[in-house]
Structures are given as C-alpha cells and as structure tokens.
C-alpha cells in the first residue's frame, strides 16, 4: 500500500471552530477515500491560530520562526492540501491570506488543493469561487472542480436537504482523492538539507570551496 501525505490548514479563530469541525470532516473523508484506492494517507493539521504571532513576525523580519518553518515544510512537501477559511467581509481571513503570503510563491505549483470555506449565512457561499480559487490558481495550484462550503444553518437541524453538506464533502474529497491518485508521491523535503538548496550531492563543503576559489 503506498502512502501520501496531505496538509489541512485551518483558518478557524475561535477554538473550537465550525471552520476546523469542516478541515476535519474533508479530510477524514478524503483519508477514507484514498484507503479504498489502497493508498494510505498520513493527514498533518496546521492550526493558523496557534502560528498567528509567528506569522506576523515572518511578515515583518522575513525570519520563519521554528514552528512556522515546520508548517511551512508540511505543506510544502504534502501530496495535496486542503484549505479552509472562515468568510470576512465576503473574502479569505487575513489570517489565511497572511500565511499564504509566507510560502514561496512557487511552492503549491501542480498541487491539488480542495477548498474549504465557513460562514454564518450562505449568502457568503460565491466567495469560494470568486476569491478563494483564483488565489489557488494564481499560485499555480491545481483546486479540484468542488469547493466545499457551510453555512451555520449547515451543522443544525434546518440543514439543507437537497444537497447536505455530507454530500458536498464527499463529492471534494473524491476528486482530491482521484488527484492525488493520479499523481507520483511527492519526496519529503528537509529544509536543512544542503541538497536542497545547494544542488544534489552538493554539500556545504563544495560551497565552502567555490568561496575559497578551490
């Protein structure tokens, strides 16, 4: 059975949070999904709450403090991602966008990312489409066709009966699970490998002596 690794960031505020009660049930289900593929699946969850600080300061001085570097790594090495956002103001959380802004502009090239948003009405359901996914899609993601969106109304008994939010999430999680599928794994990245800035087989020995003029 091979094995993927799949980074949820939750945006989520409050704790606990209708936004990390959404990243878990798509990615439970996009787990169970796999596993009937015979892939297992390895789910690492980045609570943007807990790095909020750290984020701030990586804006400010450029300098990833330990726990963001961690986080930062995790997504940037996983198979896929899964983002969910609370709705402010008809956007993302400036919360989620700030954490974006910390990745390297090319470091969600060519993944598959499944969309995740939250808010009190459904009014605010467009937002996904009209906000979220072209920042997705500038950064060079591949977002899956579903976007999963819940209202408040949506964790109640007055829940929509046409299309659940149940449905909603196991259609996003099929199609990020069939991406994933359909992609080689991706290699862990060690950002403490000189390989991985130096060049393959390069050490910091062989830049030690280009700077010497050996």
Do not use: C, Q
Not at 46 to 67: K, M, S, V
Not at 185 to 205: K, M
Request: glycine share 8%; charged share 25%.
């Amino acid at each position: 059975m091979s094995e993927r690794r799949i980074a949820v960031i939750s945006a989520g505020l409050s704790n606990p949070s209708s936004t990390r009660m959404l990243a878990d049930r798509l990615a439970a289900e996009t787990a169970k999904a796999l596993r009937e593929r015979d892939i297992d699946v390895k789910v690492d969850v980045i609570e943007l709450r807990d790095l909020a600080h750290d984020i701030t300061n990586n804006l400010l001085t450029g300098f990833a403090p330990a726990p963001l570097e961690e986080a930062i790594n995790r997504v940037v090495s996983a198979d896929a991602v899964i983002a969910v956002t609370p709705i402010f103001s008809t956007s993302y959380s400036g919360l989620f966008k700030s954490f974006i802004d910390v990745l390297d502009p090319d470091a969600l090239t060519g993944k598959p990312v499944l969309i995740g948003a939250n808010a009190g009405t459904a009014r605010h359901s467009l937002a996904v489409d009209y906000a979220i996914r072209p920042l997705f899609t500038y950064l060079h993601a591949e977002p899956v066709s579903t976007g999963v969106f819940a209202a408040s109304s949506d964790w109640g008994a007055s829940a929509d009966e046409v299309a659940p939010l149940s449905s909603r999430v196991e259609r996003g999680a099929k199609e990020l699970a069939e991406a994933i599928a359909r992609r080689e794994p991706t290699g862990s990245t060690d950002p403490f490998d000189p390989a991985n800035y130096l060049g393959e087989g390069r050490s910091f020995g062989h830049l030690l002596g280009g700077l010497a003029g050996e």
